[in-house]
Structure formats: C-alpha cells, structure tokens
C-alpha cells in the first residue's frame, strides 16, 4: 500500500464545476504539499499545510491532521485549470508523492 | 528573482555513456532532491540532500550518482548502469526541519538513450 494515496485517478469536469481531489496519507508528516504539473512537465507549488484550510483566488486546500486526509478544492473549474494534481508529504527528512490526479476540464 | 534552475531541458545519450544533469537554486534551500517521472507514473525518489557534503540514497538509486559539495548545487549523473535511462528528471528545493517551506521545482530535464 502506497503511503500517500490520491483520488481519483482521473477525473473530468464541465467548465464550472465544482472539483474535490483528495489525498490520504499514513505516515507521519511535518507538511502536506499541492502541487500542479502541466503537460510541458513543470512542477509549481500550489499549497503547503500544515493544519487548517488555505485559500488562494479559486483554490481551497484543507487538512485534517487527526483522520490523515486532504482535499483540493477548485471552485467555478476552467479548461486552463486542466493539470495533474499532485499531493505530497514531507516525512521526516524526505518528500513522499502521491501519484497524481489527472484533471480535464472541458468547456 | 529566487528559483532553482535545471539544465539541460532535453539531452539524448547513446548507449553506454555517463550524462550530468545540472540542478542549480539560489533560494538559500538545504534540502534537494532529484526524482524520475516515467509517462503515467508518479515522481520516484533517486537522491536527497539535507546538507552539503550528504546526501542520501532514495527509493531507484541504482545507476545513479550525485554529489553536493555547495549549497546551491546538486548535479545528478546517470550513469551507463542504469538500465533504462530514458525518463523525465526533476529537482527540487525545500527548507528542512520542523517548518519546511514551500517546494520549489525546476523545469525538469528529459533524458532520451538512442
């Protein structure tokens, strides 16, 4: 069993929708990332947790530390905001990767 | 502006030659990592630094080799062990400790063997 398991694997949304990617973790950590990659390959950093909720323009990241659990949340989801959501953990002295969550939206 | 650099974008190897990938970041970071992304996999860990002069082995080190001998730099060299080089490559940055900070990325190198 992988230590931090993402779903879905893939998912597909109507221009507008409401979009929820989660993340479940079972180890330890310090930190909870999200992180986008576009088709090109780039990685950028979306969010960093530690607890609590973050919000940055249509973006909600949310922790619960207790149940070892995050969501993504994008609200009113657009074509650009198609990518591969990535959830990662940092573990002790090391990055722990979920595999990823492939998101299209269409118009 | 502050970021971590990675060089070459794109680099194509014959068979039985060692390739160095550049990972360069002026973010005042301690940590770097280098990972390999297949097509629909997830990033696995070949080495990690916490500190300069260490650096540790990850998840896929074989065939692989790093050094970190300044703060700012973490080159990886694939070497002709490795069995399947050909993959997408890609370094990272962050604080260490308790408060880690934000993950920072470079744009990635793509390897191909011909």
């Known amino acids: 069993k992988n230590e931090v398991e993402q779903s879905p694997q893939n998912l597909t949304a109507q221009e507008g929708e409401f979009i929820t990617i989660n993340c479940s973790y079972s180890?330890?950590?310090?930190?909870l990332h999200w992180l986008q990659q576009h088709p090109g390959g780039g990685i950028v950093s979306l969010f960093m947790l530690s607890s609590g909720k973050k919000k940055h323009g249509r973006l909600i990241a949310t922790i619960n530390i207790q149940e070892k659990h995050s969501s993504l949340h994008i609200t009113a989801s657009h074509p650009r905001d198609s990518a591969v959501y990535i959830c990662a953990v940092h573990n002790t002295d090391k990055l722990i990767f979920g595999t990823g969550t492939r998101l299209q939206v269409f118009p | 502006d502050g970021g971590i650099t990675q060089s070459p974008k794109y680099l194509f190897r014959k068979e039985g030659q060692n390739v160095t990938l550049s990972c360069e970041q002026n973010l005042n970071h301690d940590a770097m990592y280098w990972y390999r992304q297949d097509p629909g996999q997830g990033l696995r860990l070949i080495y990690y630094s916490q500190i300069v002069n260490d650096f540790q082995k990850g998840d896929i080190a074989e065939g692989y080799s790093v050094s970190r001998e300044k703060k700012e730099s973490f080159p990886l060299t694939v070497t002709s062990a490795q069995k399947n080089p050909t993959a997408f490559y890609l370094c990272?940055?962050?604080?260490?400790?308790?408060?880690?900070?934000?993950?920072?990325f470079g744009e990635g190198s793509r390897l191909t063997v011909l």
């Open positions: 990272a940055s962050s604080g260490t400790g308790l408060n880690p900070g934000e993950l920072f």
């Open positions: 180890v330890g950590i310090s930190a």
